[in-house]
């Protein structure tokens, strides 16, 4: 690797390092960020000189709060001929997420080195643009408290907890996430039904490469039922992005547990880049 780019990111290091202990209270799992993604400064240059070469520079970072184990990091969209790539794609390694003990989440810095640039015949410069693209597993886990109450339903006010109609999250830490849940119930005989509607987005800035599956969907330790497993990436734009999970118990006194979903997912997220090659005078 280029020499000055492990000194940036040894300094990026250092900094890290130096930085202020956090509190213990903090929640991570929060917002709506997974993988960062930035050209260093110089990596490329913005002009270089047609027969040399250049390397791109790529800082990954993980900014969500879920651990990045399986994905690609690529450049696309270079010219061939004019600016061809010893290699244009490789895996990413093993990245932690934002945590009590990693306050930043790990990043590291990819380099892509060219071959021998050149300007097409007849031209005095050529702009090579190009895209940077990361694609990677992840995942959300959504917990939050709930109240069952079947005296809701009557006219008795229960001492122990009263139901949330509607609950709204700031994310998960990460970058599709459960922005909401409504909770409804109703009676059968002696039975009480809990239904859980969770609306589900891309707050991200990047794409879905994969449908969103929702999986381990519990009222406390209790499997809940849902209508369906996953939802495609043109439900969640069109607003087709909710899933209902119910389950069925018998009606006793109400009590507060916890409700819990895990979405998992194939994310991809992209920048631009460019820089230009020159004839020499």
């Given at each position: 690797?280029?020499?000055?780019?492990?000194?940036?990111?040894?300094?990026?290091?250092?900094?890290?390092?130096?930085s202020?202990t956090?509190p213990?209270?903090?929640?991570?799992?929060?917002?709506?960020?997974?993988?960062?993604?930035?050209?260093?400064?110089?990596y490329?240059?913005?002009?270089?000189?047609?027969?040399?070469?250049?390397?791109?520079?790529?800082?990954?970072s993980?900014?969500?709060?879920?651990?990045?184990?399986?994905?690609r990091?690529?450049?696309?969209?270079?010219?061939?001929?004019?600016?061809?790539?010893?290699?244009?794609?490789?895996?990413?390694?093993?990245?932690?997420?934002?945590?009590?003990g990693?306050?930043?989440?790990?990043?590291?810095?990819?380099?892509?080195?060219?071959?021998e640039?050149?300007?097409?015949?007849g031209?005095?410069?050529?702009?090579?643009?190009?895209?940077?693209?990361?694609?990677?597993?992840?995942?959300?886990?959504?917990?939050?408290?709930?109240?069952?109450?079947?005296?809701?339903?009557?006219?008795?006010?229960?001492?122990?907890?009263?139901?949330?109609?509607?609950?709204?999250f700031g994310?998960?830490?990460?970058?599709?996430a459960?922005?909401?849940?409504?909770?409804?119930?109703?009676?059968t005989?002696?039975?009480?039904?809990?239904?859980?509607?969770?609306?589900?987005?891309?707050?991200?800035?990047?794409?879905?490469?994969?449908?969103?599956?929702?999986?381990?969907a519990?009222?406390?330790?209790?499997?809940?039922?849902c209508?369906?497993?996953e939802?495609?990436?043109?439900?969640?734009?069109?607003?087709?992005?909710?899933?209902?999970?119910?389950?069925?118990?018998?009606?006793?006194?109400?009590?507060?547990t916890?409700?819990?979903?895990?979405?998992?997912?194939?994310?991809?997220?992209?920048?631009?880049?460019?820089f230009?090659?020159?004839?020499?005078?």
């Amino acid at each position: 690797m280029n020499k000055t780019i492990i000194l940036i990111l040894c300094i990026a290091l250092l900094s890290s390092c130096g930085s202020e202990t956090q509190p213990n209270d903090i929640n991570y799992k929060t917002g709506y960020d997974g993988l960062d993604l930035q050209i260093l400064p110089q990596y490329p240059p913005r002009t270089v000189f047609e027969g040399t070469s250049t390397s791109i520079g790529i800082r990954i970072s993980n900014r969500g709060a879920y651990t990045v184990s399986d994905g690609r990091i690529a450049i696309i969209g270079l010219n061939q001929v004019a600016s061809p790539l010893v290699e244009d794609e490789k895996l990413l390694q093993i990245l932690s997420g934002r945590s009590l003990g990693n306050s930043e989440g790990d990043f590291y810095v990819e380099e892509f080195q060219t071959q021998e640039l050149l300007v097409p015949a007849g031209a005095q410069e050529y702009r090579a643009k190009f895209f940077v693209l990361a694609e990677y597993d992840y995942q959300s886990t959504l917990s939050t408290d709930v109240c069952i109450n079947p005296e809701i339903l009557t006219l008795e006010k229960s001492q122990t907890c009263t139901p949330q109609e509607r609950q709204s999250f700031g994310g998960q830490g990460s970058p599709v996430a459960i922005s909401s849940v409504e909770q409804r119930v109703q009676r059968t005989n002696d039975q009480l039904i809990s239904q859980f509607i969770f609306t589900i987005e891309n707050r991200g800035g990047g794409e879905l490469a994969s449908p969103v599956r929702i999986a381990d969907a519990r009222l406390g330790p209790r499997l809940l039922h849902c209508d369906k497993r996953e939802l495609l990436e043109r439900d969640i734009k069109n607003k087709k992005n909710q899933i209902v999970c119910s389950t069925t118990e018998p009606i006793e006194d109400s009590y507060k547990t916890t409700l819990s979903a895990s979405l998992f997912y194939t994310y991809r997220k992209t920048i631009l880049g460019e820089f230009t090659i020159k004839k020499r005078n």
